[in-house]
């Protein structure tokens, strides 16, 4: 009888378990299709092995082993993979591509850059790639020129600025950044972000194994001036107004007019520049105005650089600058501003030119790059876990208006730089122009002044609307001395209004109050340390 009732159940039950099967399955929490991999398991091992985050090691179920995702592995992305990896956080970077990049952006770094380098103790970065000591700038104009050294009087004598191959740069940070054993640097492409109401939980990405997943609590977004994954992070309003033309100049001594100086000639229609990136080679950055560049393939680009651009280059630069021409490996590249206008998103951040960039003509990309770093890692020091969201979102708060003071004024002063020095047809652009140069020339606070604003040592926003307006001012004076009339009355204040019109507005996209009205920023500019010892106990 019983094995008879078994019998009578046994074909239902079947059927029953069968649908409860195909229920559960179509029910089921959506888990990563199976191209997706599991997280390598070597990492968890690798945290009990290396014991990181102060002895924290999470694997608790839903959370991530890993602290932090770095997204893109060039300047910021790989000093910041050293600096939190120093702190002892858990870092997973994905790159797209770990050889040695080949560019022409990002080969001056500023004095004020490089103290950051020393505050995240990555100065070595610099050594044995040939970079070169850079003191200052020399300016060129119709034939006139002048040099204007960095303020570096009351500073260690190893601050100054730096320039090099930006590929061994940025290899030497990858291979520092490694060398601690909680910092895994991965190649694979960054598709898009996990997000789960509303945070960001990490990355999905490529390798050639296949579709990857990443989880972190927090995921920084490194993926450069293209970036793909920006959109969902912030409003990217890029403006492109020129793009650099690059040429490597091998000169016989190997020395520029001014030794240990960038060069920027004022040229027609826009500024020409040298600099050494190594003991033998001379970058020269051509700015052609515009998006659409001479063709390279039919010898357009050849023939402009010959006849518009060669006239224009110091007579001790044109041979080597003809050469390097003729010998080709011409790259180019455009210039791209776009204002930092952040969605702050729990869990995400972005940060160096996926975040904010300027024209490169002052060289300040890097030094804005590595001064959020720094006010990133200065935030995240307190939270020994960043597995709390809310402390974290609570902590990342003021890391956007924390940054300004810095990034504005260097952002302000690309951008206006930029349009003083293309040549124009407006009379008053053109004395503006002229009055800017002759400002510099004169001297003392006039050369002084601009200078530690363009290195990053004084990154003050008052004293660049200050020194912009004496400018101006200053050319108003030299057009009505030493006999006024009304003509030149009117070009003067014509002068004004045209300043007022190339400052104000990237004043306002950089946002008035953070930039003029933060109670830190006091704090921020006494802080800056001034010796390597003071550098040293600031990180200490
Ligand atoms: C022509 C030019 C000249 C410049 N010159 C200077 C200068 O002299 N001094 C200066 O301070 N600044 C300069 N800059 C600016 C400077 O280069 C940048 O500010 C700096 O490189 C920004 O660093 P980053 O890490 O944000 O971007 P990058 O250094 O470009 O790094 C981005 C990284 O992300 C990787 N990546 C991209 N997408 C993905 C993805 N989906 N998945 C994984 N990885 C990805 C890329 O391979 C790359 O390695 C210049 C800029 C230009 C355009």
């Given at each position: ?23 559960i399955y179509i029910l089921r929490p959506r888990t990563p299709p199976n191209?997706y ?157 996990i997000e789960e109401?509303?945070?960001?939980k990490?990355?999905q ?8 997943l ?327």
């Open positions: 009888m019983a094995n008879f009732m078994m019998d009578k159940y046994i074909v239902p039950a079947f059927i029953v378990s069968l649908l409860g099967f195909v229920v191209n991999k599991k997280k390598d398991p070597k990492s968890a091992e690798k945290c009990e092995t290396h014991n990181v985050i102060k002895g924290v090691c999470k694997s608790g179920k839903g959370r991530s082993d890993t602290d932090v995702i770095i997204v893109g592995a060039g300047v910021a992305g790989a000093a910041l993979a050293h600096t939190l990896g120093k702190e002892g956080r858990k870092v997973h970077v994905i790159e797209r591509d770990l050889t040695e990049p080949d560019r022409i952006v990002g080969e001056l770094l500023q004095p004020g850059g490089y103290l950051k380098l020393i505050e995240l103790g990555l100065e070595d970065c610099v050594e044995d790639i040939d970079a070169q000591r850079v003191v200052g700038y020399a300016l060129f104009k119709d034939g006139k020129s002048t040099n204007v050294s960095y303020p570096l009087e009351n500073f260690h004598s190893d601050v100054a600025g730096r320039s090099f191959h930006n590929g061994r740069f940025i290899q030497k940070m990858r291979e520092k950044a490694v060398t601690l054993p909680n910092v895994r640097l991965e190649q694979g492409t960054v598709t898009s972000l109401n509303g945070s960001i990490g990355v990405y490529k390798t050639k194994a296949g579709q990857e990443a989880h972190a609590p927090l995921t920084v977004v490194c993926d450069g001036c293209f970036s793909n994954l920006r959109r969902s992070l912030c409003d990217p309003k890029v403006d492109s107004p020129s793009c650099f033309v690059g040429l490597v100049l091998e000169l016989e001594n190997g020395q520029l007019p001014y030794p240990n100086h960038g060069h920027v000639i004022l040229a027609d229609p826009s500024p020409i520049l040298f600099y050494p990136i190594s003991s033998t080679e001379i970058r020269c950055l051509v700015d052609v105005p515009g998006q659409k560049l001479p063709s390279l393939a039919n010898g357009d680009m050849a023939n402009y650089l010959k006849t518009v651009v060669a006239p224009q280059v110091p007579p001790e630069l044109r041979d080597a600058f003809l050469y390097a021409i003729d010998k080709g490996h011409i790259k180019t590249m455009p210039n791209r501003s776009m204002p930092a206008a952040p969605y702050p998103t729990p869990g995400a951040l972005l940060l160096g030119d996926s975040f904010n960039m300027r024209h490169p003509l002052t060289g300040g990309g890097m030094t804005v790059a590595l001064s959020d770093i720094a006010v990133l890692r200065n935030l995240l020091m307190p939270l020994q876990d960043l597995n709390d969201a809310d402390e974290l979102c609570k902590n990342l708060e003021s890391f956007y208006t924390l940054r300004k003071p810095v990034a504005s004024t260097i952002n302000t002063l690309a951008g206006a730089l930029y349009k003083v020095f293309c040549a124009s047809p407006d009379q008053a652009r053109r004395e503006m122009r002229e009055a800017c140069f002759d400002y510099l020339s004169l001297g003392g606070t006039c050369s002084t002044g601009p200078i530690a604003l363009l290195s990053g040592l004084n990154p003050n926003p008052l004293s660049l609307v200050l020194h912009f307006f004496a400018v101006a001012i200053y050319g108003v004076g030299r057009l009505l001395v030493p006999f006024p009339s009304p003509k030149k009355l009117w070009i003067g204040a014509r002068l004004i209004s045209s300043a007022s019109g190339i400052i104000f507005p990237i004043i306002k996209a950089e946002g008035i109050r953070q930039m003029f009205f933060q109670q830190h920023y006091q704090h921020i500019t006494e802080a800056l340390p001034r010796t390597l010892s003071q550098i040293k106990q600031k990180i200490c």
